[in-house]
């Protein structure tokens, strides 16, 4: 006897760290829900979340522009 039933997979909420049904009856996926998709989208609001970035080398012969007058 075969199971059909389908079991979506459980992702860890990037949030609180709990478990979420990855499927698309889960409205707040990856999150397990709203409130954590929230906190989510408040901290990338307040720049919490950044990605990093090196200073770009300056160049000699021309010389920095942003310290120019």
């Known amino acids: 006897m075969s199971d059909n039933t389908s079991h ?3 992702v860890q909420c990037p949030t ?3 478990p979420s049904v990855f499927e698309p009856a889960n ?3 990856p999150f397990c829900s709203q409130r954590c998709k929230n906190i989510d989208l408040g901290a ?3 720049e919490e979340f ?3 970035a ?3 080398p300056q ?3 021309y010389g920095d ?3 120019e007058d």
């Open 8 to 10: 979506a997979p459980t």
């Open 16 to 18: 609180c760290g709990g």
């Open 27 to 29: 409205a707040w996926r």
């Open 44 to 46: 990338w609001a307040a």
């Open 50 to 52: 950044r990605v990093p």
């Open 54 to 56: 090196q200073t770009p």
């Open 59 to 61: 160049d000699a012969q």
């Open 65 to 67: 522009p942003r310290t």
